[in-house]
């Protein structure tokens, strides 16, 4: 039973196009997040959200926005798509910070290419 | 602001070794400090998770340890195996507000059989 699962898996659009990929958690956990992986393999945060409350916004272009219907689900949606947007998209959920016990899960991650 | 460096950023070592990866990180003002793994092509599992007020966390044949005011952490495996090879990533959070976790550049790891 997965923790936090992402959608798609794979992802290979043309610039310019508008996707989203989709994420959820049952693990009863408050605050979510996006990282972006980028070539070299580095984890960089985008955005994360608690209770549906955008908490953290890193220095994102406008054409990505993160989108909470409720705290089990955190989508990510981009427009415009450019080559550079090409990397993989990681979804993580935790309990938030105010408990010591604060583990962060990871998602398998969506791999995007912009082509 | 929470920055993290793992050293080295990779490292091939022969199976059955005992190894050592090393974390730094500069803002001590920590809560817990995590370690994953993260195999190619594949997302992060989480290996340990240790709390500020621990000094060490075992896993089978994983220890990681943290000493906040040096600003570091290691991750100890003993009798490497080939399934070890893979990614090795630290995590601290940012201190104050809500958590914000910075990783760490990741140390490639290969086990020979």
């Known amino acids: 039973d997965t923790a936090v699962s992402q959608t798609p898996k794979y992802l290979v659009t043309q610039m310019g196009n508008d996707k989203s990929i989709k994420c959820e958690q049952n693990l009863g956990h408050d605050t979510m997040y996006w990282y972006k992986q980028d070539s070299k393999k580095f984890l960089k945060i985008m955005f994360s959200?608690?209770?549906?409350?955008?908490?953290i916004n890193e220095t994102v272009p406008n054409r990505f926005s993160p989108k909470s219907p409720d705290k089990a689900h955190l989508n990510l949606h981009i427009n415009s798509l450019e080559l550079g947007d090409s990397a993989v998209y990681f979804c993580?959920?935790?309990?938030?910070?105010?408990?010591?016990?604060?583990?962060?899960?990871f998602g398998q991650g969506t791999r995007l290419t912009v082509v | 602001k929470q920055e993290v460096t793992q050293i080295p950023a990779a490292l091939s070592v022969p199976e059955g070794e005992n190894l050592v990866l090393n974390c730094s990180f500069t803002d001590s003002a920590i809560y817990n400090l995590q370690w994953f793994r993260q195999d190619p092509g594949k997302g992060l599992t989480s290996l340990l998770l240790i709390q500020s007020s621990q000094r060490e966390q075992t896993s089978g044949r994983l220890n990681a340890s943290l000493d906040k005011s040096s600003g570091r952490s290691t991750l100890y495996i003993a009798a490497s195996q080939p399934g070890d090879s893979a990614t090795y990533l630290c995590?601290?959070?940012?201190?104050?507000?809500?958590?914000?976790?910075?990783f760490g550049t990741g140390t490639k790891l290969q086990v020979i059989p």
């Open positions: 993580a959920s935790s309990q938030g910070v105010y408990r010591l016990n604060t583990e962060a899960f």
């Open positions: 959200y608690n209770n549906k409350e955008l908490i």
């Open positions: 995590a601290a959070p940012n201190s104050g507000g809500y958590q914000k976790v910075t």
